[in-house]
């Protein structure tokens, strides 16, 4: 969403890049990508092989914003056990007495903790925030489109 | 005060049993610090204002200053090294600004953004710290803690209670409160203590307060840190 701030220099954007796997596209594979931008802490199975496929794919990979940087929120986890979460969730809500905890071999199965994706993966780029503004998503994608790299603007990082 | 040294270039006037950190502060010239304020002993601990002297590295909140000494301490190298240690006290506690009261107050958020830290770098421990709100005005999170002493030190010095320590050694130093249960309730801290005002991170926050200043009109939201002459004063008033 965060990205779609940038308003009408998306145009600009487009001129010069085209989209492969995005929330616009809905593409489900990833192609050789020259830029991959992901958003969010690694908070089970399916975002690990995402991230590694991603990074298998793009030359340049972006980490946005907060949760993709230390875990963000989801992170504050991270001192309760795995099913004493669950059991909170699916079991200890007023009129859940009869709830199961989602077992479907279809579901991603949750790590034991949320972490940052540079854990995993190498990033190349980082753009903090909560959300990362417009104008600090704008410096990094044109900065990397003209093929120059350096540091965000001061005024630009922004850990909240 | 005649006897000047020199930080950056800049001549710096300092009196006998000055520190280098103590002078330059009085100055009006930044060297970054986070356990380091101009009202208390210095402690010596994060190692943050470490500047280069004759050569050699050393904190500057703790070398005396001499005159004529020519001291380092805005050089790619050095902050290199500062980023490194502010990025280790990001990951071994639990720091996410966006839920916390403090951001845009807190000197540690302050100090990583000026010295262009855009992630931490190294993998997180995620420590499982707990949090106090027993106490009725008062609420200690000691996720946010990096050991800067501070509350210990104006405790003992102003408002003599001795109402936290140190405890532990190493990775298993924590801020502790002196009570019977441990609680930061059945301590002798009163919201108008001067040790509650004074912690750089989120950890003791009053209750009831939140956002009395909105995000985005905070003192570091304004300027970067390196720009404001001395921030401790601004954010203790509140």
């Known amino acids: 969403m965060s990205i779609l701030d940038i308003d009408e220099r998306l145009f600009t954007l487009l001129d010069k890049v085209e989209f492969d796997r995005s929330p616009i596209t809905d593409i489900k594979e990833v192609g050789e990508c020259d830029v991959g931008i992901i958003e969010g802490g690694l908070c089970n199975a399916e975002n690990v092989e995402v991230l590694r496929e991603f990074r298998r794919r793009c030359k340049v990979l972006v980490a946005l914003g907060a949760c993709a940087i230390n875990g963000g929120l989801p992170a504050q986890r991270n001192h309760l056990s795995l099913p004493l979460l669950l059991q909170e969730v699916y079991r200890s809500e007023p009129g859940a007495e009869y709830g199961l905890i989602p077992n479907d071999p279809e579901l991603p199965l949750p790590l034991n903790k949320v972490h940052p994706l540079h854990e995993v993966v190498r990033i190349d780029h980082f753009i903090p925030g909560c959300p990362p503004s417009a104008d600090a998503i704008w410096q990094v994608l044109t900065g990397l489109l003209e093929g120059r790299e350096h540091p965000l603007d001061h005024s630009l990082i922004h850990f909240d | ?238």
């Open chain 2, 1 to 238: 005060m005649s006897a000047t040294f020199l930080l950056d270039g800049r001549a710096i006037p300092f009196s006998e049993g000055q520190t280098i950190l103590q002078a330059a502060v009085a100055a009006g010239a930044y060297i970054p610090h986070l356990c380091f304020h101009p009202d208390f002993k210095p402690h010596g601990s994060c190692k943050v204002c470490t500047v280069k002297v004759g050569g050699r590295q050393s904190a500057s909140c703790t070398t005396a200053a001499a005159a004529g000494a020519v001291v380092e301490s805005d050089t790619p190298a050095i902050n290199a090294e500062r980023l490194a240690l502010v990025q280790m006290l990001f990951v071994e506690g639990n720091h996410f600004c966006p839920s916390c009261e403090k951001s845009g107050d807190c000197k540690l958020q302050a100090t990583a953004c000026d010295l262009g830290m855009v992630s931490p770098h190294f993998d997180h421990f995620f420590p499982d710290r707990p949090v106090d709100a027993s106490h009725p005005d008062l609420l200690l999170d000691f996720n946010r803690c990096i050991l800067c002493s501070l509350c210990v030190r104006a405790s003992r010095d102003v408002d003599g209670k001795n109402a936290f320590a140190l405890a532990g050694r190493g990775l298993r130093t924590r801020l502790i409160v002196n009570s019977r249960t441990g609680r930061l309730v059945d301590s002798d801290v009163s919201a108008g203590d001067r040790a509650v005002h004074v912690c750089p991170v989120g950890v003791i926050l009053p209750k009831r307060r939140g956002f009395s200043v909105p995000l985005g009109r905070r003192v570091f939201d304004l300027k970067p840190i390196s720009a404001v002459a001395d921030a401790s004063a601004q954010i203790e008033e509140r």
